[in-house]
């Protein structure tokens, strides 16, 4: 076993410039984003999309591993039902499969499946890839999994960076609250977690040893992940609001073109730059379990994952 890597305190800033320097040169880069359940992964993911296309509108995409969870009818009739999350409730075959095709860039549109946690269950055909996007980032458990298969999605990764919550506690608690949230009842929510849940992430954190890069947000309460504006965005304020999120308030700064807001997402203190408006790449903010807002409506709404 490889030594751990240092961990890297989470920089928007210098991780966008390492995934535009990837892509320099070809004509796809593919990063993948690991760690255990409740990370941040998809956090993560949504902030360097934001930041990637505000550099340039179509520069990346959000390809994440969950949607190739197998149905929920497939597993019902064998334990996997009762491990939902756990490797073998994958289809890491036809992953890799979507990663080869997404490596090649020789098809105008792939089309990617996505998990909606509504239903609990992927949808088919619900990211669009087009063939001139040069980013693509990927996100799951299981990006650094030895097995053969999970290998052969790893051959399709230019780079894959782990990322460790700040507070296991913290992580924990918070994964409990997001199954509650979207249905499960509270002893549930809990067995699942504690069982399933953290069996997968003591599997996931085994792995760590072979990440090209170990993340780790500075933290959840209070001290904000590094997300400076980019220069070519900046404009004048003309007065600031503050408006309050689930007991938490996030400042803006207005003007004629855009708002820019530093978010505080859910419960946790870490805050990440966002923006909205009409010359906003997405008109409102979004993330891998919400549906779009529109632009006047604030509700930075991300669960973690």
């Known amino acids: 076993m490889n030594a751990l890597p240092e961990p890297v305190e989470v920089d928007l800033d210098a991780l966008t410039q390492r995934l535009v320097g990837l892509a320099d040169g070809r004509s796809r ?7 255990a359940p409740g990370a941040g992964k998809s956090t993560l993911a949504s902030a ?11 520069i990346a995409a959000v390809v994440p591993m969950d949607g190739f ?20 409730t994958f289809d890491p075959d036809g992953f890799a499969a979507l990663l080869r095709r997404l490596r090649s860039a020789d098809e105008e549109i792939v089309y990617a499946p996505e998990y909606r946690r509504e239903i609990e269950d992927p949808v088919a055909g619900a990211i669009a890839v087009r063939r001139d996007c040069p980013i693509v980032l990927t996100e799951g458990n299981y990006l650094l999994h030895p097995d053969p298969a999970w290998r052969r999605v790893r051959e399709c990764l230019d780079e ?60 959840w309460w209070g001290a904000p992940v590094h997300a400076r504006q980019p220069q070519e965005f900046r404009c004048a304020s003309e007065g600031d609001n503050r408006t309050s999120c689930g007991g938490a308030s996030a400042s803006f700064s207005r003007c004629s073109s855009r708002e820019t807001a530093v978010v505080p997402i859910l419960r946790f203190g870490w805050a990440m730059a966002v923006s909205r408006g009409s010359n906003s790449p997405a008109h409102g903010w979004s993330s891998k379990h919400t549906r779009p807002r529109s632009a006047g409506t604030f509700s930075p709404w991300a669960a973690t994952a």
Not at 48 to 58: C, H, S
Not at 69 to 88: E, K, Y
């Open 29 to 35: 880069a593919i990063v993948g984003l690991c760690g």
């Open 48 to 58: 360097l999309l934001e930041r990637l296309l505000a550099v340039r509108p179509g």
């Open 69 to 88: 969870h197998l149905a929920a009818s497939v597993i019902a009739g064998d334990d996997r039902a009762t491990r939902r999350g756990a490797p073998d």
């Open 160 to 219: 894959v960076w782990f990322l460790q919550a700040p507070d296991e506690n913290v992580r924990v608690t918070a994964l409990i609250e997001r199954h509650e949230r979207f249905g499960k009842t509270a002893d549930h929510a809990r067995s699942h977690v504690l069982g399933s849940d953290e069996a997968n992430a003591a599997l996931v954190a085994g792995h760590a040893d072979a990440a090209d890069l170990v993340l780790r947000w500075r933290s």
